[in-house]
């Protein structure tokens, strides 16, 4: 199974800033995923992150403010910009496709708050 | 509209007993359907099933997938306080990439 770590782990921030956050995985992936985690809610999938091209955002998420990159194939960042209170969140990585079968792993998420 | 329902929301039992959990969907292009555990921040991975009929298991933990029903059951046997925890369960389909479709979750309560 491939390793996932995130930085930072959390973070509070003001209200107008951006963050950005990192996820590295132990080996080479084909499939990158961003997902979002509201309070007491289940995950909701924001975007594909896809190496070399731009991602593939969800209905109801858009570049604008969540720009992602993956300029390789064991990292990807996402940034949450102009962030509001309603942005505060656990947001995950995961990554699939690294040894030859889909299971899709989880890195061990960032938890934002936004004040 | 692709959904993912969880069955039941919460749960609680006593040391010992056995549970099951259950999922039920409707997902274009559906590729595989995965149970995770969630206790803190990150999901665990447990199962992928792919085919129907075919019990997966590890340990006190079983599941098996109808894809004829569209639907998945995890079962617990002889649970322990540790088992505690949010169930999720995912629904793997061919849109984005084989992103997840995820359930609310079944929240696992084990009494000693």
């Known amino acids: 199974s491939a390793v996932i770590s995130q930085k930072p782990s959390r973070d509070i921030c003001q209200r107008g800033t951006s963050l950005t956050i990192q996820c590295q995985v132990d080996s080479q992936v084909t499939m990158m995923f961003w997902y979002r985690q509201q309070p007491g809610q289940s995950l909701t999938l924001i975007a594909t992150?896809?190496?070399?091209?731009?991602?593939?955002?969800e209905s109801g998420f858009v570049i604008d403010k969540f720009p992602i990159s993956r300029p390789n194939l064991t990292f990807s960042t996402l940034t949450v910009s102009n962030m509001s209170p309603e942005d505060s969140s656990i947001y995950l990585c995961s990554a699939a496709g690294g040894t030859g079968t889909y299971e899709q792993y989880f890195g061990p998420g960032t938890r934002l708050t936004v004040t | 509209e692709d959904k993912v329902v969880q069955s039941p929301l919460s749960l609680v039992v006593h040391e010992g007993d056995t549970v099951t959990l259950n999922c039920s969907y409707e997902?274009?292009?559906?590729?595989?359907l995965l149970w995770y555990k969630q206790e803190k921040k990150a999901p665990t991975f447990l199962f992928m099933l792919t085919s129907s009929g075919i019990e997966k298991k590890s340990g006190r933990l079983s599941s098996i997938l109808d894809k004829k029903e569209l639907f998945s059951i995890l079962n617990i046997t002889a649970t322990q306080t540790g088992d505690s925890a949010v169930y999720l369960c995912?629904?793997?389909?061919?849109?984005?990439?084989?992103?997840?479709?995820f359930g609310k979750g079944t929240s696992l309560l084990v009494t000693p």
């Open positions: 992150a896809n190496q070399g091209s731009e991602a593939t955002y």
């Open positions: 995912a629904v793997e389909f061919q849109r984005s990439g084989y992103a997840l479709n």
């Open positions: 997902v274009t292009n559906f590729r595989s």
